[in-house]
């Protein structure tokens, strides 16, 4: 039978402990002020590990949208963003952080996507390119395409109206070759309307509805680097976590197997909102994110 001082004993051990605490039970906030999550982005992003959480939690803060959504996978998107060391500013157009509804896991969930400038960014890095560009056209611009051989020719001084006709890729290697392409407004609608998980396939949503030329940019110039472009390892990376369908694990496990009760998280910090209810349960009782392509 337990002493009196060993049931001290006990008590005192226990409130001495961190809390312990699942990651579905803490906001963005306090998700990102742990111990463990502070070490993941350190170690992908050294000195800048603080001012890009910072910029997080201000994407985070000024979108409603992004508000609802389940907070380990903003946080699993935001870490894509920083192993390929792009900003996620949606104003500068690198890397976009966006929600949707998941009707499998019942509620909002957050994906990566990455922006035309971030594959023109990727691709520079590589040091194969020497220049690269993607524009929209305006009606009046196109002098001559020719679909065979790929030949352009615009006149960018004449355009009659503000309406985008369709849209412009190009880029040239250091070893001289180059290639344009050109897609028409019809062509980028068809590309969207086909890769649209909504019900309603011609509705816009998330960056389509937000910034149409953005999209209707990435599209041309994926399509172009993936079919004449040099890819490198970087670059195929980025390609693969832009895919339509993909899963996101909890990265808080280095290894991407289930933790057991040992592997949560201690917390130094209360979760925001109401205490979490169970002290010790592992961070993946959330279980794994699947959903569709937010198109």
Request: proline fraction near 3%.
């Amino acid at each position: 039978m337990a002493t009196n001082q060993a049931l001290k004993n006990q008590l005192a051990n226990k409130q001495d402990a961190p809390k312990q605490v699942s990651a579905q039970n803490l906001g963005l906030k306090s998700l990102l002020s742990t111990p463990t999550m502070k070490k993941k982005f350190e170690q992908v992003l050294a000195k800048k590990a603080p001012q890009f959480m910072a910029s997080l939690l201000n994407l985070y803060s000024g979108d409603q949208s992004l508000r609802e959504a389940e907070p380990m996978s903003i946080i699993s998107s935001a870490m894509v963003a920083a192993s390929l060391d792009l900003p996620i500013d949606k104003n500068l157009g690198y890397a976009w952080i966006v929600a949707f509804y998941d009707s499998k896991k019942g509620c909002k969930v957050a994906q990566f996507q990455l922006g035309y400038k971030g594959y023109i960014q990727l691709a520079l890095r590589s040091g194969q390119y020497k220049a690269m560009n993607v524009i929209p056209v305006h009606e009046g611009e196109l002098v001559k395409w020719n679909r065979l051989t790929e030949e352009i020719e615009l006149d960018l001084e004449a355009a009659k109206s503000d309406k985008v006709i369709g849209y412009c890729g190009y880029f040239k290697l250091i070893n001289g070759f180059e290639k344009s392409v050109y897609w028409t407004k019809d062509e980028i609608e068809a590309h969207r309307i086909k890769h649209n998980k909504m019900k309603d396939k011609k509705a816009l949503n998330n960056v389509w509805k937000s910034d149409y030329d953005a999209m209707a940019m990435k599209t041309v110039i994926r399509n172009m680097l993936g079919k004449w472009g040099i890819l490198s390892i970087e670059m195929q990376k980025a390609v693969i976590e832009d895919d339509e369908d993909r899963e996101l694990k909890d990265i808080t496990d280095e290894s991407n197997e289930v933790l057991d009760n040992e592997n949560i998280i201690d917390m130094n910090v209360q979760p925001d909102g109401e205490s979490a209810k169970n002290e010790k349960t592992s961070i993946l009782d959330q279980g794994e994110i699947v959903f569709d392509d937010p198109q």
